[in-house]
């Protein structure tokens, strides 16, 4: 079974603090996802990484980084963290970069900065 | 570029009745449509996925769903809903190089 797990099922934070998410995959995936979650709004993607330091934007970067330096290993990274940055955050991997390739989720983040 | 509408946020019915979740999708390629489920402080899990071949897809808890290509659909089904179904449920659609793309969700409420 592929696991996906993420650091911290609930995280508090305050505004201006820098926060770390951590995801973690053992299938030896290549490919790895963040997405945040919204009601209303579904799945947003942030960012991705297809391999080992490379990564790309998704649809909402912006207030985002990220960084991959070992393969099993996706963090999210919001450098100063801002109330409308609340949400769920959910990490994923996948064998394949789209086409028939099914992702698989971690249990999520919920953050709250207040 | 690909998207998927899931029409209809919220879903309700009585146990043992028929479930359909509706979802149109736009794609100029031919498309990869897959459905997940949402169980309340969970991560997603794949219920089913369309590749190619037969167009009626089978999943998992006794979902189906259908690929109309003329009428660019994956509606989700249930004969009969369970309780155990009620829960949020993504169609998506993937574009070759990146990640999937979802639609906004439905809820689905299941009453005794």
């Known amino acids: 079974d592929v696991k996906v797990t993420q650091s911290s099922r609930y995280l508090v934070k305050r505004t201006g603090e820098k926060v770390f998410l951590e995801c973690v995959q053992d299938?030896?995936?290549?490919?790895m996802f963040w997405y945040r979650q919204d009601p209303g709004l579904g799945l947003r993607l942030i960012y991705f990484s297809y391999d080992v330091k490379m990564k790309e934007k998704g649809d909402i970067p912006e207030g985002y980084s990220v960084s991959r330096e070992k393969k099993e290993r996706f963090s999210l990274i919001l450098e100063s963290a801002s109330t409308n940055q609340t949400s769920m955050y959910l990490c994923?991997?996948?064998?394949?970069?789209?086409?028939?390739?099914?992702?698989?989720f971690g249990p999520g983040t919920r953050l709250t900065v207040t | 570029a690909q998207s998927v509408t899931q029409l209809g946020s919220h879903v309700s019915v009585s146990e043992g009745a028929l479930v359909l979740l509706r979802c149109n999708y736009s794609?100029?390629?031919?498309?990869?449509l897959f459905w997940y489920v949402q169980y309340p402080n969970q991560g997603l899990q794949l219920l089913l996925k369309?590749?190619?071949?037969?167009?009626l897809v089978k999943g998992i808890n006794g979902f189906e769903a259908e690929f109309k290509k003329s009428e660019t659909s994956f509606h989700l089904t249930k004969p009969s809903a369970h309780m155990s179904d009620a829960a949020e449920y993504f169609c998506?659609?993937?574009?070759?190089?990146?990640?999937?793309?979802f639609g906004k969700g439905t809820t689905l409420s299941v009453s005794s």
């Open positions: 794609s100029s390629v031919p498309p990869y």
């Open positions: 369309y590749t190619t071949g037969a167009t």
């Open positions: 998506a659609v993937n574009q070759a190089g990146t990640a999937l793309i």
């Open positions: 994923a991997s996948s064998s394949g970069l789209g086409g028939p390739y099914e992702q698989y």
């Open positions: 299938m030896d995936h290549e490919n």
